[in-house]
């Protein structure tokens, strides 16, 4: 009684923090379909999508706005984002709710919303001219929406990063790649960096464990880097869920076909939430992994949540020069070139070094 009265209280709320959302199209009997992210939901009357954030009223789509449950400052190694400005502050906010149904999340408190009726306390009313205030006011280079899964809040982000841009500051996503296409064009031209999480190679994986289809993460992939955004790709390494050598394989290949410049993030996995029956990973399968994305010729694998310095520091791929020395999220040294706008030289050989070098 007293958990259905919360979860009513909890939709209150939550409905009460929308807007109209245009990333939809109107169907016929009050029915309207979804093109946040690549589920596509249809969703009729009365009723919300997967992600429980969005719902259809009186036939029209209604989309989160004007609260986060939480905003950070970070260095934007923490993100992860090798590539990019090194040691730069960034606002990281989020709000509530997700796309996907993943065992491990370590913010489950915010993202499966089903599961958390208390979340009452998470909603924080703030507009977007107080968070660009709270950036400038605290130097942060990049804005990031992350901590839940943000295309599912696209139009509230879209508000933030168009007020960033006229103060020159960068604008992030930190996604799960459950991207439609009609988002990522709607978030055009002001996402300028994405990272993207790709859990999996295996397509059972995708669609009984997390709840989606490997494929769409994909092709989230290929359109953001075909559409010029910079993209970091993470995943997180868990025993018997995705560090066969096939997979390891074909998600080095996969990456490397688009991209060998394209950073790819290695971090160990620690059991969390549902997840309490596998391993931590250890060093050796993070090795494993980081030498099979190397052989297959991937110039930036970065390993996380061990330490581990020739696995964290950027090398020169064509002289092996130490260019940026990290000791987890911090900056010992940096030594590139800034070059052109996504490119710096290595200051011994003069390979070009993709990246954000400002
Ligand atoms: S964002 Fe995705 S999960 Fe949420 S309603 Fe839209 S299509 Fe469905």
Redesign the pocket.
């Given at each position: 009684m007293l958990k259905r009265q919360n979860h009513s209280n909890f939709k209150r709320e939550l409905d009460k923090r929308s807007s109209l959302s245009p990333?939809c199209l109107k169907l016929n009997n009050s029915l309207v379909r979804?093109?946040?992210?690549?589920?596509?939901?249809l969703?009729s009357e009365g009723a919300?999508?997967?992600?429980?954030?969005?719902f259809n009223k009186n036939g029209s789509l209604y989309a989160p706005r004007g609260y986060i449950s939480s905003m950070g400052l970070d260095p934007i190694e923490k993100k992860p984002f090798f590539h990019i400005a090194p040691g730069a502050k960034t606002l990281s906010y989020g709000m509530l709710?997700c796309?996907f149904k993943c065992p491990f999340c370590q913010n489950h408190t915010i993202s499966q919303i089903s599961d958390n009726f208390d979340c009452l306390e998470n909603f924080h009313d703030i507009e977007p001219s107080q968070i660009i205030d709270y950036a400038i006011n605290q130097n942060a280079k990049i804005i990031i929406s992350t901590y839940n899964e943000p295309?599912?809040t696209s139009e509230w982000s879209l508000e933030i990063f168009k007020l960033a841009a006229e103060k020159q500051i960068k604008s992030a996503y930190v996604s799960n790649g459950?991207a439609?296409e009609e988002v990522l064009n709607f978030l055009m031209p002001y996402l300028d960096f994405l990272n993207i999480d790709l859990k999996t190679f295996n397509s059972e994986n995708y669609s009984k464990v997390i709840g989606g289809k490997l494929e769409n993460v994909l092709q989230t992939i290929q359109h953001a880097y075909k559409m010029g955004i910079w993209i970091e790709i993470v995943t997180l390494l868990i025993k018997d869920f995705n560090t066969d050598d096939a997979q390891l394989n074909s998600m080095s290949e996969f990456i490397a076909n688009i991209s060998p410049d394209i950073p790819w993030h290695i971090t160990a996995f620690h059991p969390s939430y549902k997840m309490t029956d596998k391993p931590s990973t250890d060093e050796a399968i993070i090795r494993k992994a980081f030498n099979i994305a190397k052989e297959k010729g991937l110039k930036y694998v970065y390993a996380g949540n061990i330490q581990s310095s020739d696995m964290e520091n950027t090398y020169c791929h064509c002289c092996g020069e130490l260019l940026i020395e990290r000791n987890c999220y911090f900056i010992k040294s940096f030594n590139i070139k800034p070059d052109c706008e996504k490119a710096g030289k290595c200051p011994k050989c003069g390979s070009s070094i993709a990246g954000i070098w400002f």
């Open positions: 990333l979804c093109l946040a992210c690549a589920h596509k939901c969703i919300r999508g997967i992600c429980k954030v969005r709710g796309n295309v599912i459950y439609s």
